[in-house]
T-cell receptor
């Protein structure tokens, strides 16, 4: 069982370039999300999706786009990379959307380490 | 304003030396608190969910407890393989949804 798979594991971009971080899950999870993790800061939510065709913004959405055309895939697009987007990006999924007394913890991928020069 | 604060930032223990990690939160009306473990170069791995003050959960050498203002992750007789960063997250209401909001983590090193 692969769980949550993120590609690539590492990426270096130049300022202004665009790219797509891939995320796929094979657990038939309804909810998928993207976080970024920076030194000295907690995981911060970028975008999330509660099902195919439905996406919404998290805490730090600027500079990123997402789409959810299938249950399995939730790619994150950087439109014009900036040095401030240097970070480790994690995709996470859960059986149902987070909510009170919903025993549906997040399952994380192993991250994509992105450097923007 | 931080809604989830973890302390200490870093903790070094000798093997067998029990201790506790703290997670305090300011979200009103807690809907759920989660503990995760993160190893270097890996994504966080789920440990526990707590919903109500007084609730406790255990797994091997770890026990999580919850009060109305904070949660503790107690580590009993730790081993070097318990070395990791431990993350706490709370559910925060946001526009009709609930968003898991994470603290900055506690980095634990257990020396043999």
């Amino acid at each position: 069982n692969a769980g949550v798979t993120q590609t690539p594991k590492f990426q270096v971009l130049k300022t202004g370039q665009s790219m797509t971080l891939q995320c796929a899950q094979d657990m038939n999870h309804e909810y998928m999300s993207w976080y970024r993790q920076d030194p000295g800061m907690g995981l911060r939510l970028i975008h999330y999706s509660v099902g195919a065709g439905i996406t919404d913004q998290g805490e730090v959405p600027n500079g990123y786009n997402v789409s959810r055309s299938t249950t399995e895939d939730f790619p994150l697009r950087l439109l014009s990379a900036a040095p401030s987007q240097t970070s480790v990006y994690f995709c996470a999924s859960s059986y149902s959307r987070p909510g009170p007394r919903k025993d549906s913890p997040l399952h994380f991928g192993n991250g994509t380490r992105l450097t923007v020069t | 304003e931080d809604q989830v604060t973890q302390s200490p930032e870093a903790l070094r223990l000798q093997e067998g030396e029990s201790s506790s990690l703290n997670c305090s939160y300011t979200v009103s009306g807690l809907r759920g608190l989660f503990w995760y473990r993160q190893d270097p170069g890996k994504g966080p791995e789920f440990l526990f969910t707590l919903y109500s003050a007084g609730e406790e959960k255990e797994k091997e050498r770890l026990k999580a407890t919850l009060t109305k203002k904070e949660s503790f992750l107690h580590i009993t007789a730790p081993k070097p393989e318990d070395s990791a960063t431990y993350l706490c997250a709370v559910l925060r209401p946001s526009g009709g949804s609930y968003i898991p909001t994470f603290g900055r983590g506690t980095s634990l090193i257990v020396h043999p």
